[in-house]
């Protein structure tokens, strides 16, 4: 008999009809009742054993976590709690699991000893329901580009180039470490190395990804980058995703729209696809913040807090006027900043990000036009030879989610950029080619997918968002 998904059973009810189901034990009361999950859902079907003709030795390998395959007809359910269950005629235990030693019982765990264990984790119905909601958000991205003719373009993960300039690279090399290659001056001799010379895991595919828009008009990437910060925050992990449209003949202003349309998209699709699995984690965070003070909790309900984004336009304010909001606010001349705002020039910090997004305005807000010094070569410049045309977004809750900015498309201006931050010319002559033939106004911007999921679901750490993160000091799985 085929096998049938638990989420089409609950949802069909196919009242009367034979069934098999195949799933993960989650509990097993008066060795008749199981909750059974399969993860297409965040619910369990409850499959109702016959005590009487079971073996008693197959009963007893009923355990929370073995994998079972179970056979029977859907009836109506009795039992408060679910709509309709199976009576089972048949039932295989596929796979054991040991009470005494399966680390997940059923009882309330922490995240942080869930991280411990994340080969398991997915069979919590917490980090269930937020891979699902991460696979919903990431199939909405591309649905949300292909219907605007966007095309898929994967840049490369290995690459010889430091598209943002921050120097926060790993190396890729086959060169025995115990043993480098040394050129005469004593330098290491990337000539000798796999790429014949130095290379590093890309941090950003934009710069891959403008040579293909300034020919396909317009494309996104959509994967992994990876970053040797050493920044053990909830919101920076070592690699991350990343989704990087870019469009030609466009500018600041039509890229801000493209961001604020875009992630308004994605929140609408995964409201719309995942109501269970936010109505839970939506209870999940109310429970997790009541152990919080007062003043630490949201205003808002992660639903509630979801529809305010899509139903209100983010607001969109220059980096020279958030300077003044922030000059005057409270906190500043309270001395509340750990990084006061005395002047112009400054680089946000996330206090000031939060200050803006959660006290001020209260909605997402898109900043815009930041000093030339804070932001990096490739962004265009403005007219007042002070600010770039760069954009950050920032959320509630997680501070900036996108940066982007209009590109610097004039040959001239961004060579004598390149001279400022010290970056050969030699090493970018594929980059300035598309200046030097063909070039055009274009813009793009890089959403951190981990940071948006995090938004979408309402968890607080990127570990938490990913299935096995990548952090300082940490790289188990
Ligand atoms: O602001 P960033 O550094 O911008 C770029 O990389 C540009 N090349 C993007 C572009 O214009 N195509 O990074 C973009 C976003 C950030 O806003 C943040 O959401 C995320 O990537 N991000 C990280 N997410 C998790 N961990 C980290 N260490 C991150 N660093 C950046
Ligand atoms: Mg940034």
Redesign the pocket.
Known sequence: MRRVKIKDILTNQPIGQDVNVKGWVRTFRNNQFIALNDGSTISTLQIVADREKEDESLLKKITTGAAISATGKVVESQGKGQSVEIHANKIEVLGEADPEKYPLQPKRHSLEFLRDIAHLRFRTNTFSAVFRVRHAAAFAIHKFFNDRGFVYLNTPIVTGSD??GAGEMFQVTTLDLNDVAKDDSGAVDFSQDFFNKATNLT??G?LE?ELGALALSEVYTFGPTF?A?NSNTS???AE?W?I?PEVAFADIHDNMDLAEAMLKYVIKHVMKQCEDDLTFLEQRLINEEKQKPQNERSDMALKEKMAFVLENDFQRLTYTEAIDILRNSKPNKKKKFKFPIDGWGADLQSEHERFLVEKHFKKPVMLVDYPKEIKAFYMRMNDDNKTVAAMDILFPGIG??????QREERLDVLTSRMKDFDIPEHEMDWFLDTRRFGTCPHA?????F??FVMFLTGMGN?RDVIPFPRTPGNAEF
């Open positions: 598209a943002e941090v950003s934009q990804a970053r910060e919101r920076h992990a991350f990343m990087e900036e989610i996108v940066g982007g900015s793009g911007f890089g959403l951190g981990e940071r990127i």
